[in-house]
T-cell receptor, first 115, second 113 residues
Framework: KQEVTQIPAALSVPEGENLVLNCSFT??????LQWFRQDPGKGLTSLLL?????REQTSGRLNASLDKSSGRSTLYIAASQPGDSATYLC??????????????FGEGTQLTVNP | KAGVTQTPRYLIKTRGQQVTLSCSPI?????VSWYQQTPGQGLQFLFE???????NKGNFPGRFSGRQFSNSRSEMNVSTLELGDSALYLC????????????FGPGTRLTVL
């Protein structure tokens, strides 16, 4: 059974700092890994998707890497801003007997960026 | 292009009642998935529909059911509500493959009293 773990559970940093969020998964048989952000009481916003054949993806100040063999992904946020404060979730799309989508999520990292 | 929409946004029900939630995917998307989010269990997969057929199913009791219409809109139904069903229910849509990006709606907040 696929399990996804995110460390740390919570993180508080001053504005302008670069930071790294970690995600690990137990089964390397995945189609892809996706990073999301969730603001309190809201839905999920897709940030980056890394296919299993890729090593990293970048979007603006965000960079996500994937090491499928070791079951790890990192989300790097450069020059953090108070608007980055949210919960960040990683999710894997596991390969299985059936096709289609069924994401397995980590518990998330709650990020606070202080002005 | 409009995003994923979910209705209603908030719902209050009492134990024993049933509820129906609706999800309209992004235009052109044919796969719709449902997730339950609670503080204790996090985000858990309920089921996925593609071409009006349930393609994947999570580990939830039979009280949770869904369907998809020919226009890809989906509904999920929860019968005989329990207090533990209080949660944020999220719908996600994607083109059709497991490799496609999942786009989530704003969710429906269900409170069971």
């Amino acid at each position: 059974k696929q399990e996804v773990t995110q460390i740390p559970a919570a993180l508080s940093v001053p504005e302008g700092e670069n930071l790294v969020l970690n995600c690990s998964f137990t089964d390397s048989a995945i189609y892809n890994l996706q990073w999301f952000r969730q603001d309190p009481g809201k839905g999920l916003t897709s940030l980056l998707l890394i296919q299993s054949s890729q090593r990293e993806q970048t979007s603006g100040r965000l960079n996500a890497s994937l090491d499928k063999s070791s079951g790890r992904s990192t989300l790097y946020i450069a020059a953090s801003q108070p608007g980055d404060s949210a919960t960040y979730l990683c999710a894997v799309s596991p390969k299985g007997e059936t096709s289609g989508s069924r994401l397995t999520f980590g518990e998330g990292t709650q990020l606070t960026v202080n002005p | 292009k409009a995003g994923v929409t979910q209705t209603p946004r908030y719902l209050i029900k009492t134990r024993g009642q049933q509820v129906t939630l609706s999800c309209s995917p992004i235009s052109g998307h044919r796969s719709v998935s449902w997730y339950q989010q609670t503080p204790g269990q996090g985000l858990q997969f309920l089921f996925e529909y593609f071409s009006e057929t349930q393609r994947n199913k999570g580990n939830f009791p039979g009280r949770f059911s869904g369907r998809q219409f020919s226009n890809s809109r989906s509904e999920m139904n929860v019968s005989t509500l329990e207090l533990g069903d209080s949660a944020l229910y999220l719908c996600a849509s994607s083109l059709w493959q497991a490799t496609d990006t999942q786009y989530f709606g704003p969710g429906t907040r269900l409170t069971v009293l």
